[in-house]
């Protein structure tokens, strides 16, 4: 389903690599947020820069062969959107090279 128009609650909502494929990353966590009953487990790439930043990318910058990669946050910007989207708590599971996985609340 579509993240922007999904009413039903769920449970748990599992949000693997697609974060970054997204044009609006922020408004895609706050909707989570809302259909999010109990916990939310997201994978995205990340940046490698300490700051609340999110990198953008032109058609096919980012890959040669995927146009739909729009943008990656850094961490620090992945713990401010979960924060700003009404999540109250996260926890890194798995963090390496430029992923990292966590649960929010």
Known sequence: GDVFTWQ???????FYNVLYHLKSPWLALERLRA????LLCLQTRIVLIEEPVLRLYSP????RDDPTV??????AAVEL??????????????RWESH????AR
Do not use: N
């Not at 259909?35 to 109990?38: G, L, N, P, V």
């Open 8 to 14: 039903e609650p769920f449970d748990v909502v599992l």
């Open 35 to 38: 259909i999010t009953k109990q």
């Open 70 to 75: 729009f943008c990656d946050p850094s961490y």
């Open 100 to 103: 990292v996985i966590m649960r």
């Open 81 to 94: 959107m979960l924060g700003q989207a009404g999540f109250s708590k996260w926890e890194v599971i798995e």
């Open 60 to 63: 096919l910058e980012a890959h």
